[in-house]
Each structure stands twice: as C-alpha cells, then as structure tokens.
C-alpha cells in the first residue's frame, strides 16, 4: 500500500458545492458524495454571500483511519479540499463549518462520503 500525500493525488477529483440560503440554512450538492478509488482529492466550494469557510475546521472527519489520514485544509474563504486516500468501502460523516463574515456565527451541517470498492 502507497502512502497517501498530497503529492500522490492522481487526475481523480470530485466536487462539492457548499450554499447557505437567506435563513442560514446550509446545503451540500450532492448531500451524499459517491466516490471510488484512492487518492481522490474532494474540493468544496462555498456560493454564499456573507458566508465564508473558517481557516481552520472547514472540513473535519471524525475517525476517518486510513481513508482521511490528512486533515482537510482550506485553501481559501471560498474553497476548502479532503484527500480521500483509502479504496476502502464504506460511509463517512464529515462536517462542513461556515462562518458569517459580520457576525462571526459558525453554522455546521453533516453530510457523508460514501466510498464505493
């Protein structure tokens, strides 16, 4: 087994789109992300005025072992990305925090991954 780094990621990348709606509400597009393979990077991208991703905390997996090894990292306010490392099948929660820039209130939601072999 080859060890998962940034540098590893091969042309595998799959996308999600992060909103928060005029109440606060946030949404994940898609709400269940279907994956396959290793090495896969995930790149979330925030469409929501007023609401940016925190510096850190963005993206966290609770117990994400060998599939999520590496902590997600917010490359930017609008941008945040996941090494997804492993090919092991199985579903992940994984929370998704924004930030109000005004305010300052965090708002979180709890979509998954689901890995497919």
């Not at 396959?36 to 005025?49: C, D, K, M, T, Y």
């Not at 820039?101 to 709890?110: E, F, H, I, M």
Request: glycine share 6%; net charge negative; charged share 15%.
């Amino acid at each position: 087994m080859s060890v998962c780094t940034p540098d590893t990621v091969e042309q595998a990348v799959s996308h999600v789109l992060v909103s928060v709606d005029a109440a606060g509400n946030i949404s994940c597009q898609p709400a269940e992300l279907d994956v396959s393979g290793s090495n896969v990077l995930i790149v979330f991208a925030l469409a929501a005025r007023d609401w940016v991703f925190p510096d850190s905390g963005a993206i966290v997996v609770a117990n994400g072992g060998t599939q999520f090894p590496i902590p997600a990292w917010t490359i930017n306010n609008k941008q945040a990305a996941l090494l997804d490392c492993d090919t092991a099948a199985g579903t992940f929660s994984y929370t998704v925090t924004v930030q109000h820039t005004s305010s300052g209130q965090r708002k979180s939601l709890d979509p998954t991954i689901k890995n497919q072999p």
